[in-house]
């Protein structure tokens, strides 16, 4: 399933909210297009706006299911962004590891205290972190924000990953009469 659009309209964002789960998500076990996956992303939805100032803002939600143990080490994330020039700025707002052990969820929340971000060179940086206590079965549920200081940081957007894609959704605000 993959939608892209592009609004021209002031919208609100319409990002799922975190640990909201379908019985489908929770019960997934193995990708039905690519059954050798150890993990799957379940959903990657993106909205773009501008602020006051316009600079291009997108909040992000991901959504993992870790499928067998060899799917676990995609708990560790990094997020790379451009840093020359302070010319962006990711933010993790909210993650966390979801294990449903007998029909009753739990949520493991990463601390703020474990997230990091690196100067990799003059120009890019990552920011990373790792979700606690990751099995089989585990949803990890996470939202960020990108602020970059104008729309030329506008990249395309990729509809499948290095792991399977179920659903892929991105919205694009577009500041009124300007070009694009």
Known sequence: FTTFLVQTSIAQSVLTPIGQFSNEEIQLTKCSFDTEANAVILMHEAYSNYDDYYHLVTEHHVRIKILNEKG?????????????????????????????????????????????TRKNNERIGTV????????????????????????????????????????????LLIVPNTEF
């Open 72 to 116: 676990i080490k995609e708990g560790d994330i990094v997020i790379p962004f451009w840093r020359k020039d302070d010319f962006e700025d990711v933010t993790i707002t909210k993650a966390s590891t979801f294990n449903f052990d007998n029909g009753i969820a739990s949520e493991i929340p990463v601390s703020k205290k474990d997230i990091f």
């Open 128 to 171: 990373s972190f790792a979700f606690p206590s990751v099995k089989a079965g585990s949803i990890l549920d996470f939202q960020y924000q990108s602020t970059m200081k104008h729309y030329g940081g506008l990249d395309k957007w990729e509809f499948q990953d290095r792991l399977p894609v179920v659903s892929s959704k991105y919205e």
